[in-house]
């Protein structure tokens, strides 16, 4: 093994405690920062990430509410209870759980979220302030591995960046976030042409692809940082263990930093909403919503 490990696991905890100072700063104004999460449908992986969602925000002390819906509730509902959470002054964060059943307009019900609860950054308004480069709420996934990006002393400027993927999820936010701090981006996705001349040229290769050992080590440039996006179950046969977008077993060989799966990107995602939950908490504090004198 030649390359070395990005821990995203650490990074997580060690990100977690600082946000302990934060929460208690709030809590001493008489503030708990909280998150609403909505669940529509019994999708068994949507399940686990709001699972984990909920989780996390209990243990960093934040106040959170888990609301789930059958799958053939009807869109207004859903609009309905996003209009009364807006209004609600103990949450500070609003989150969607995609994705939707296929009866949804996804990009109405984004957009029926606050702006300024809206801490996936999925609302347009949000995006369009990234693209501008004055992010408000980056998504959480891009968020994280910028962060690990910058823990482990990688400044992207001036560097190759290819990214793999198209989501509005991960790979566009991920791609104005490489721009944004001056590095020269290629954004591939499943209509790209000869991907391995692009993906070889990358100093700062991320895949978000969502297809198992999808990045193979002819595809890295020797030296190259490789950030792996990708949650994969292998099927019973292959054992039913997680498994990334890169093949880490070959890649790890060429590639000069790596993350692993599990234990890199996915730690990060979901400390990233904690962050931006307690961001949303602390700039409502700001424009004085000190439940104290309320
Ligand atoms: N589905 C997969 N990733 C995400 C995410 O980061 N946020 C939401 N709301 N849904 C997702």
């Not at 999708?43 to 909920?54: C, F, G, L």
């Not at 799958?71 to 209004?87: M, Y």
């Not at 263990?241 to 990060?268: E, Q, R, S, Y």
């Amino acid at each position: 093994m030649s390359a070395r490990l990005i821990d995203g696991k650490t990074l997580a905890e060690e990100l977690r405690t600082a946000f302990k100072a934060r929460v208690a700063a709030l809590a001493a104004r008489g503030q708990r920062p909280g998150l609403a999460v909505i669940l529509i449908g019994e999708d068994p992986a949507s399940q686990v990430y709001v699972r984990n969602k909920v989780n996390a925000c209990e243990a960093a002390g934040l106040f959170s509410q888990k609301l789930v819906y059958p799958v053939d509730v009807a869109q207004a509902e859903v609009l309905a209870k996003l209009a009364e959470l807006n209004a609600d002054p103990a949450i500070h964060g609003i989150l969607v759980q995609l994705p939707l059943p296929r009866h949804f307009d996804e990009k109405a019900v984004l957009e029926a979220i606050a702006p300024a609860k809206d801490v996936d950054g999925f609302h347009a308004e949000n995006a369009g302030a990234l693209a501008q480069g004055a992010p408000r709420f980056i998504p959480c996934t891009p968020y994280g591995v910028m962060k690990m990006l910058e823990a482990n002393g990688i400044d992207p400027a001036g560097r190759e960046a290819v990214v793999i993927g198209r989501s509005n999820i991960v790979g566009k936010p991920m791609a104005l976030l490489l721009i944004n701090a001056g590095a020269t981006v290629t954004v591939c996705h499943s209509r790209t042409r000869d991907l391995a001349a692009h993906t070889r040229r990358a100093d700062i290769l991320v895949a978000a692809v969502g297809k198992p050992r999808f990045v193979t080590a002819d595809m890295v440039k020797p030296g190259a940082v490789v950030i792996d996006v990708g949650i994969n179950r292998l099927p019973p046969e292959e054992g039913g263990k997680l498994c990334g977008d890169v093949d880490f077993n070959a890649v790890k060989d060429v590639a000069a930093l790596i993350t692993p799966v599990p234990g890199g990107v996915g730690p990060m995602t979901i400390t990233m909403l904690l962050a931006n939950t307690i961001e949303a908490a602390e700039r409502e504090a700001g424009r004085g919503g000190d439940k104290r004198h309320a």
